[in-house]
């Protein structure tokens, strides 16, 4: 079939590659325009789909805009069968939907309709999901609100972090995709409308979120570092500095919330957790143990 691919981050090129490798034509790329970065912002750095798709030979688009005549007309211009979306960064808007005769797929790291929206992997485990998946969806206007062709559930570890089910469904949902492409190809693709009810929304992390509240039972808290991990980081205050967490893992013990109970066990407001991973500002991720050879607190001491 002819493609195009619509796609920005690292969890997109998998199923890029993957519909490369099954021996789809993927007629054109479009992704996010390259961004500032590089050694003191100086350079513009493409994006990893924008990389990938120029090792495989494929031309590269990166509109400011999908609205009006032109930006249509130029879609139009590909004959696309289908397109694929994952993780584009831009809303498609009707004239664009309209275009492939075979519709758009949506890859969306969720189980609709639960987590439609910007930030489904790190909202399933911020609230203690105990389970997640991927699913194929032809995209209609509404966020997220198409009907659903294919699906794969995936189990949330009590200590898997957001980065690590990052890279579990970037996996899963390449190979999804590229069986939810044979089906269309052959007729069989048949779509389900989502269900009304179980809507939720994972809207975008704000920094206003990322400070790590105490007060909250141990479970919330453990979750909430986990689900930030990697980035942007659940964090607190120490000596007028931030502590990014990284890894915790549920403990035992009870205090005020934020005191040490030993080491890195910090009494929540319910419980306690064990703080196994932490970066302080301006230096590399380490162990606890390494943070505590330098920096132990006192026994007693309470967290910000």
Known sequence: MRIV????????????????????????AYTRAPAAGGRRGLERV????????ERFGIPVLHPASLRGDEAAAVFAAHEADVA???????????????????????LHASLLPRWRGAA????????????????????????????VGLTERVAIGPDMTAGELHDRLMSIGADLMGRALAALERGALNFTPQPTEGVTY???IEKSET????????QAVHDHIRGLSPFPGAWFERDGSRVKVLRSTLAAGSGRPGEVLDGLRIACGEGAVQLVEVQ????????????LRGNAPSDGEVLA
């Open 280 to 291: 302080k500002a301006g230096s590399r991720a380490m162990p606890a143990s390494d943070y």
């Open 84 to 106: 694929v979306v994952v993780a584009y960064g831009r809303i498609l808007p009707p004239a664009i939907l309209a275009l492939p005769a075979l519709g758009c797929l949506n």
């Open 211 to 218: 400070r790590i509240d105490w007060s909250r039972p141990a």
């Open 202 to 204: 994972a809207a975008k």
């Open 120 to 147: 489904p992997i790190q909202r399933a485990i911020m609230a203690g999901d105990l389970h997640t998946g991927v699913a194929v969806m032809r995209m209609e206007e509404g966020l997220d609100t198409g009907p």
């Open 46 to 53: 493409p994006s990893p789909v924008h990389r990938t798709a």
């Open 5 to 28: 691919f619509m796609g920005t981050p690292d969890f997109a090129v998998p199923t890029l590659a993957e519909i490369v490798g099954s021996g789809h034509e993927v007629v054109a």
